[in-house]
């Protein structure tokens, strides 16, 4: 079972990129990565998915090192609707594993 | 429709109280699931049904009894609770059963408290 960390949280200026790194030191071989992103009082919304090198969809970017022991997050020109929690999470496609959400990085987007 | 609803909204239950929370989705997935969720914590799989079958069951103390009367409905039927169980409970669906891959559609929860 991959344990990951990330920052506890971060602040950000409107209309920067954020970039918000999840440590996964002990990933298996077949783990994929994926990120969530959280509102108060709302469930996880799904953002991205990936195993390896860079993945980009019409939100967020995911870029994952070869050795794949981190994935950082990657948010273009954020806005203040950005500001949430944001988790990391590492599973098997394999099989019914347990898995774990990361810790989570609280993210505030300031004016 | 991508949506997951999750009833009530609310919920205040004493120690000795039975009570149910329930789930829909209308998105045709197999896999539907429970997390708990403290605060400032991230969420806790409890179960996942895959084919209206328990496939993942976490540990979880028997005063939580989940159902799966079918593929789009997922109860969790609540019983001699206790004041730490006060959390945010999340159902949540996917195509599949793992949780570790699948892209998971979540409700917005029923925020519990048990007094």
Redesign the interface.
Known sequence: LAKTTQPISMDSYEGQEVNITCSHNNIATNDYITWYQQFPSQGPRFIIQGYKTKVTNEVASLFIPADRKSSTLSLPRVSLSDTAVYYCLVGDPGGYQKVTFGTGTKLQVIP | DTE?TQTPKHLVMGMTNKKSLKCEQHMGHRAMYWYKQKAK?????MF?Y?YEKL??N?SVPSRFSPECPNSSLLNLHLHALQPEDSA?Y???SSQE?????D???????T?LTVL
């Open positions: 997951v914590k991230p969420p806790e799989l996942v895959s496939s993942i976490e945010l999340l159902c949540a059963g793992n949780p570790g891959t892209t998971q559609y979540f409700g917005p929860g925020r």
